[in-house]
């Protein structure tokens, strides 16, 4: 059994490593690889924060689109429509008085209050105050930086009686080309109730 084993690796005695051209020839193929990938890595290192903000900005739309379609589906009626950059509409609310930052027990009621929305500067703000009331209250800015502050709502039929308000909001893109538009809308849900 020995003999066999060392005629088996008699022969393997001579290759003992690589020699030096094997060795510069692989490390010029790892140059020329890793000049082809690093503009690739360098290129998507420097495009991250522009995709960061991107993905944040339509986070922060969709929440305060979810937000304002909400509180339109709990509406009663839209008292006012006149422009595509406000709306006031009477909602039930959970907080202890109108423009109150109290919170209802989950036994209580909700109440009704005038909640508007209106859009700005790129800035919308939210008004909550008592019903048939257009002015005080605590006025909240819920969402900055969207381009098209005159255009964000729109009524279906019409702006005097509107049975659905669709929201849409259009923020800038980081990368320079248009903008991230996202849209919904909401038909009142309460509104067959009494004001």
Not at 44 to 52: D, F, V
Not at 102 to 116: D, G, N, Q, R, Y
Not at 148 to 159: D, E, G, L, M, R
């Amino acid at each position: 059994m020995r003999r066999a084993l060392r005629a088996r690796f008699a022969g393997v005695r001579g290759e003992a490593g690589i020699t030096l051209t094997e060795l510069l020839v692989a490390s010029a193929m790892g140059v020329v690889l890793m000049g082809a990938v690093m503009p690739l890595l360098v290129g998507a290192l420097r495009a991250q924060p522009s995709i960061s903000q991107k993905s944040a900005n339509i986070q922060t739309a969709r929440w305060v689109l979810e937000r304002m379609t909400r509180e339109l589906r709990d509406g009663i009626v839209v008292d006012k429509a006149t422009s595509t950059s406000s709306v006031s509409f009477k909602t039930y609310v959970r907080h202890a008085t109108c423009g109150g930052t109290t919170l209802l027990a989950s036994s209580s009621p909700a109440i009704k209050c005038e909640v508007t929305y209106s859009c700005a500067a790129g800035t919308c703000t939210r008004r909550e105050t008592a019903p048939d009331v257009y002015t005080g209250g605590s006025l909240t800015t819920i969402f900055s930086g969207i381009s098209n502050s005159a255009n964000v709502f729109s009524y279906t039929p019409n702006a005097t009686a509107p049975t659905y308000v669709g929201v849409t909001l259009a923020i800038p893109n980081p990368t320079g080309s248009g903008a991230l538009t996202v849209s919904d809308g909401a038909s009142l849900r309460n509104a067959t109730l009494a004001n």
